[in-house]
């Protein structure tokens, strides 16, 4: 893992001053998936795996990025911010800029310097953590600060106005409030969340399948259109359902013979799929880890075959997981088609199971797996 003092060293020799320092973890989801687009559940925790930020200012105007991970730096003028994205990683760290200056931010001149090891591009959300802890490190300067909730939405402004992806809101608010040792009940719909404690006996496992079907862009945009066609069958009849969160197993029962069959399929997984949030929230905060293991495996079987948005390589992995000492629950996490499982393990077992688990995925598959043992961490701070 990076440490602070490595960024602030590393800091110092590329530009002479001394940083302020700032974390922000990546994140896994352990239950609701699609649902915040149906203004509906997710319950995420943060990792320890994080991107760190370094920051000091600077006298001539520029604002000089630059990204470890990727050895490169880019210069950027205060008087000539830029306004679109060039599909460059610092489309990040400057989206961020860009939004907080359409907040009316004056910003100066800075040198920033990245650096994190949430693995990139495998749906542990290392996008979010380099936008929160961009910007805790840019209003660090400024003097304005937001409390976390706000600043996660002007996060996840920064990734769809300016980056161009549409994310929801979950990575950067998870990445901004997350707690050690908790996961975190987030309504997509007021933002209003709920802490819920993870035993300090459960290790998170990460597994990552290593495939990501390539399908996976165009059919995102499918479902969501499949998941507001069902909404919009319910609401000829009930009007007062705008998303799935307002819909249930009822209103399939008698509507939904008017939606195609694979609307009808994706609302049933949207719609079981927050009831089992919501519980799976319960069963952490009664200590309930059987029922918590028992829901995720529905989750599972839900995101598979109602929402169709598994693949050969995550069921496998789950299926193995399922066998292994040690298991509480298992489950494809993340946008689908591919990335990453996430495994509640018993933590004494969590060493033992990550290998048993990556060698009969990799005699099964051919493909040799990235397997993390994570523990639920604190959001977005300051490093001293
Ligand atoms: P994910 O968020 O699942 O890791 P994304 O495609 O959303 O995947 O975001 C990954 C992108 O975020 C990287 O390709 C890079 O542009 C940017 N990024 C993440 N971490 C860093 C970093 N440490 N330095 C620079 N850019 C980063
Ligand atoms: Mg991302």
């Known amino acids: 893992m990076q440490e602070p003092s490595d960024l602030c060293t590393l800091h110092l020799d590329r530009f002479k001053a001394e940083p302020a320092i700032f974390a922000a973890p990546g994140r896994v989801n352990l239950i609701g998936e699609h ?15 994080a991107t760190l930020a370094g920051i000091s200012s ?9 990204s470890e991970n990727f050895k490169e730096e880019r210069v950027f003028n205060v008087l000539a911010l830029p306004k679109t994205a060039t599909k460059h990683w610092s489309d990040y760290p400057m989206g961020v800029v860009h939004i907080l200056s359409g907040e009316g931010q004056v910003i100066p001149g800075f040198s920033l310097s990245i650096w994190g090891d949430v693995p990139l591009n495998s749906g542990l959300s290392s996008s979010a953590s380099v936008e929160v802890a961009t910007a805790l490190a840019v209003t660090s300067l400024t003097g304005i600060t937001y409390p976390g909730p706000i600043l996660a939405r002007l996060c996840q402004r920064a990734e769809n106005e300016f980056v161009g992806a549409s994310c929801g809101i979950m990575d950067q608010f998870i990445s901004a409030n997350g707690a050690k040792d908790h996961a975190l009940l987030l309504d997509c719909r007021d933002l209003s969340f709920k802490l819920a404690p993870i035993p300090e006996s459960v290790a998170l496992v990460i597994a990552n399948t290593m495939v990501k079907h390539s399908v996976a862009g165009g059919e995102y945009t499918t479902r ?28 399939l029962a008698r509507w939904g013979a008017q939606m195609s069959p694979s609307a009808l399929k994706r609302a049933r997984h949207i719609i079981t799929e927050n009831t089992r949030t919501v519980d799976a929230a319960d069963a952490l905060i009664h200590h309930d880890l059987a029922r918590l293991g ?40 993340g946008g689908g088609f591919g990335g990453c499982t996430i495994n509640l393990v018993e933590r004494e077992e969590a060493e033992h199971f ?31």
Do not use: W
């Open 354 to 384: 990550a290998e048993a688990l990556g060698a009969s995925y990799t005699i099964e598959t051919g493909i040799v797996p990235q397997i993390l043992i994570c523990h639920a961490s604190d959001g977005a701070h300051r490093v001293h």
């Open 224 to 251: 969501r259109a499949e998941v507001e066609e069902a909404a919009a069958v319910i609401a000829q009849h009930r009007p007062e359902v705008r998303f799935l969160r307002d819909a249930n197993l009822d209103d």
């Open 35 to 49: 649902t915040d687009y149906a203004e509906g559940f997710v319950m995420p925790a943060a990792i320890d795996f």
């Open 294 to 333: 028992r829901l995720m495996a529905e989750a599972h079987i839900s995101y598979s075959r109602d929402f169709e948005a598994s693949c050969f390589e995550a069921d496998t992995m789950v299926t193995l997981a399922n066998d292994l000492k040690g298991l509480i629950g298992a489950r494809l996490t």
């Open 58 to 66: 600077r006298d001539d105007g520029k604002i000089v990025v630059y």
